[in-house]
């Protein structure tokens, strides 16, 4: 007896069974083709039951004891728990659940692949993670690709792995990992097991060719040697966290300016516009993650209030990007961050100024700004991951510049200089579509910038320019951590906790009251660097 349906039908089980065989001894066929169904398949008294799905068919539903599925070019969503004797997977789709609840199918026969999909879906996690199950009692053959949904899973190192597949015999079947499979900062790969075990697992780590020896010592080029267990291969992490990283760590550097990074050299203009660009790198977790990145950034600012000592008083705004490419050096997936910011700010200098030499003397300045930021990261065959971040950020600087030499028409300068500010976060958390969830780690707390800075300036006819290069070396340290936590686990960009810098430039006034400068710096430590340029124009009234 044959039951088929066809032609884009659509067949659901008042009773929640589509078929339900309860004679005994029976031979059916049941077959369909481009059309619908939901309902469960129900054999009970051992007759031969074969189901046959083709050319865009699909059943939701549990089958039990059926004798064999076959599946071209078709779907089966299961909903339950199934046993089969006989499976073959030809470029369908077999989903073993919705992810609400764990399913186990278990094969009684031989599983034949043609390049059909098989969706799991597991706890990311250690080797007793709770998944979907495929068990097949007899061989496989053929291949198929396998699809990874991960339930809430944090990740982490596994050993033996989490087995997703177990075969009772030859297993000759080839199985494949279709897309990724993350989570919290892991990365998890497909691995048959070793010698006489056939089972598939998904394990932290990356597959390995086995050695030939190990395979077979008798090789002609086999030395006899013990193997030994070798040691643990360290777990894959996945790119996606050096991207966040790259984003925390931009955007705590975006709008970070002092007194000349507005002014450039003293006594500059009471309106200015500076922007920055620069390029950096550094890696992170033991150096696994291969980050680089650029930023750019706009400033402008005016004097509100200024007096002819060249104390002032002024507001500033400020708008900039960033973009970096995070590399998994074992696997070459990338991932990458991009930010976008503004910030409003103010800002106040006072000057001691020397009454006979305006560019020498004493100045204390100060700022405050309000930032946010809008963040993305896309990994490779993930969905997109978008954030917001908002942050506050003060400093206050002093320097004394003396003079140090120079003919009357100018004079050469140097300025010891100081630099203490603070930066606050308001609290970052971010849940991934796989459910991982992402938060800053000690991102708050104050850095500093400690220096010396030596100028010159020169006036070149009769008044009409004053030209004003310069050459600073700072050491900078910061006690913020430019780190985030992946579920339970922190991820460390690695980026030292000091480091120092090199900057050179000049600033031409004209008498009209109109500046221009550009500088270049540099910015070096152990496993980070980052070179920077900058240019920028002033107007004095």
């Given at each position: 007896?044959?039951f088929?349906?066809?032609g884009n039908?659509?067949?659901?089980?008042?009773?929640?069974?589509?078929?339900?065989?309860?004679?005994?001894?029976?031979?059916?066929?049941?077959?369909?083709?481009?059309?619908?169904?939901?309902?469960n398949?129900?054999?009970?008294?051992?007759?031969?039951?074969?189901?046959?799905?083709?050319?865009?068919?699909?059943?939701?539903?549990?089958?039990?004891?059926v004798?064999?599925?076959?599946?071209?070019?078709?779907?089966?969503?299961?909903?339950?728990?199934?046993?089969?004797?006989?499976?073959?997977?030809?470029?369908?789709?077999?989903?073993l659940?919705?992810?609400?609840?764990?399913?186990?199918?278990?094969?009684?026969?031989?599983?034949?692949?043609?390049?059909?999909t098989?969706?799991?879906?597991?706890?990311?996690?250690?080797?007793?993670?709770?998944?979907?199950k495929?068990?097949?009692g007899g061989?496989?053959?053929?291949?198929a690709?396998?699809?990874?949904?991960?339930?809430?899973?944090?990740?982490?190192q596994?050993?033996?792995?989490?087995?997703?597949?177990?075969?009772?015999?030859?297993?000759?079947?080839?199985?494949?990992?279709?897309?990724?499979?993350?989570?919290?900062?892991?990365?998890?790969?497909?691995?048959?097991?070793t010698?006489?075990?056939g089972n598939?697992?998904?394990?932290?780590?990356?597959?390995?060719?086995p050695?030939?020896?190990?395979?077979?010592?008798?090789?002609?080029?086999?030395?006899?040697?013990?193997?030994?267990?070798?040691?643990?291969?360290?777990?894959?992490?996945?790119?996606?966290?050096?991207?966040?990283?790259?984003?925390?760590?931009?955007?705590?550097?975006?709008f970070?300016?002092?007194?000349?990074?507005?002014?450039?050299g003293?006594?500059?203009?009471?309106?200015w516009?500076?922007?920055?660009?620069?390029?950096?790198?550094?890696?992170?977790i033991?150096?696994?993650?291969?980050?680089?990145?650029?930023?750019?950034a706009?400033?402008?600012?005016a004097?509100?209030?200024?007096?002819?000592?060249?104390?002032?008083?002024?507001v500033?705004?400020?708008?900039?990007?960033?973009?970096?490419?995070?590399?998994?050096?074992?696997?070459?997936?990338?991932?990458?961050?991009?930010?976008?910011?503004?910030?409003?700010?103010?800002?106040?200098?006072?000057?001691?100024?020397?009454?006979?030499?305006?560019?020498a003397?004493?100045?204390v300045d100060?700022?405050?700004?309000?930032?946010?930021?809008?963040?993305?990261?896309?990994?490779?065959?993930?969905?997109?991951?978008?954030?917001?971040?908002?942050?506050?950020?003060?400093?206050i600087?002093?320097g004394?510049?003396?003079?140090?030499?120079?003919?009357?028409?100018?004079?050469?300068?140097?300025?010891?200089?100081?630099?203490?500010?603070?930066?606050?976060?308001?609290?970052n958390?971010?849940?991934?579509?796989?459910?991982?969830?992402?938060?800053?780690?000690?991102?708050?707390?104050?850095?500093?910038?400690?220096?010396?800075?030596l100028?010159g300036v020169?006036?070149?006819?009769?008044?009409?320019?004053?030209?004003?290069?310069?050459?600073?070396?700072?050491?900078?340290?910061?006690r913020?951590?430019?780190?985030?936590?992946?579920?339970?686990?922190?991820?460390?960009?690695?980026?030292?906790?000091?480091?120092?810098?090199?900057?050179?430039?000049?600033?031409?006034?004209?008498?009209n009251?109109?500046g221009?400068?550009?500088?270049l710096?540099?910015?070096?430590?152990?496993?980070?660097?980052?070179?920077?340029?900058?240019?920028?124009?002033?107007?004095?009234?």
């Amino acid at each position: 007896m044959v039951f088929t349906v066809q032609g884009n039908s659509e067949l659901i089980g008042g009773d929640g069974n589509l078929l339900s065989v309860e004679a005994p001894d029976a031979t059916i066929g049941f077959n369909v083709d481009d059309s619908r169904l939901s309902g469960n398949i129900i054999n009970t008294v051992g007759s031969t039951l074969d189901v046959n799905l083709s050319n865009r068919a699909s059943i939701t539903g549990a089958m039990t004891e059926v004798t064999s599925v076959t599946l071209d070019s078709a779907t089966w969503n299961m909903t339950g728990n199934s046993t089969v004797g006989a499976l073959g997977l030809g470029n369908g789709t077999l989903s073993l659940g919705d992810g609400s609840a764990f399913h186990t199918l278990n094969v009684a026969g031989n599983f034949t692949g043609a390049d059909g999909t098989i969706l799991f879906n597991t706890v990311l996690a250690g080797d007793d993670a709770a998944t979907d199950k495929l068990i097949i009692g007899g061989d496989t053959s053929g291949s198929a690709n396998v699809r990874v949904n991960n339930v809430g899973g944090a990740g982490a190192q596994t050993s033996q792995g989490i087995q997703l597949i177990q075969v009772g015999g030859a297993s000759n079947g080839q199985f494949n990992l279709a897309g990724r499979a993350v989570g919290g900062q892991y990365e998890y790969f497909l691995h048959k097991g070793t010698g006489a075990d056939g089972n598939w697992y998904l394990r932290s780590v990356l597959p390995t060719m086995p050695d030939p020896c190990v395979v077979d010592p008798s090789l002609p080029e086999c030395t006899p040697v013990d193997p030994g267990p070798g040691p643990d291969p360290d777990p894959v992490l996945r790119p996606e966290p050096g991207a966040y990283l790259a984003n925390l760590q931009a955007a705590q550097n975006m709008f970070r300016v002092g007194y000349h990074d507005r002014h450039a050299g003293q006594n500059a203009g009471r309106a200015w516009a500076r922007v920055d660009g620069s390029r950096n790198g550094f890696d992170a977790i033991s150096q696994q993650l291969d980050i680089r990145g650029n930023s750019q950034a706009l400033t402008v600012g005016a004097d509100v209030w200024r007096h002819e000592s060249g104390s002032s008083a002024g507001v500033m705004l400020s708008t900039g990007n960033a973009s970096s490419t995070s590399t998994n050096q074992l696997t070459g997936y990338y991932a990458r961050g991009k930010v976008k910011g503004e910030a409003l700010g103010v800002y106040g200098t006072w000057r001691g100024g020397n009454g006979a030499d305006p560019y020498a003397g004493f100045y204390v300045d100060g700022s405050l700004q309000r930032a946010q930021f809008r963040n993305r990261v896309e990994g490779i065959g993930l969905a997109d991951e978008r954030y917001d971040s908002r942050a506050w950020q003060g400093a206050i600087e002093t320097g004394y510049a003396f003079r140090v030499g120079g003919a009357s028409n100018g004079g050469i300068y140097l300025e010891p200089q100081l630099q203490v500010g603070y930066n606050r976060w308001d609290g970052n958390r971010h849940t991934e579509v796989n459910g991982t969830v992402v938060t800053t780690e000690d991102a708050d707390g104050m850095f500093g910038r400690a220096g010396v800075r030596l100028s010159g300036v020169t006036r070149w006819g009769n008044g009409a320019a004053d030209v004003q290069p310069y050459l600073a070396a700072h050491w900078l340290h910061t006690r913020a951590e430019s780190k985030i936590r992946m579920d339970d686990e922190a991820v460390d960009a690695r980026i030292p906790r000091s480091r120092g810098e090199f900057s050179a430039g000049a600033l031409v006034k004209f008498g009209n009251g109109i500046g221009a400068w550009g500088g270049l710096s540099l910015q070096r430590a152990s496993g980070y660097h980052q070179n920077a340029a900058q240019v920028g124009v002033s107007y004095n009234w």
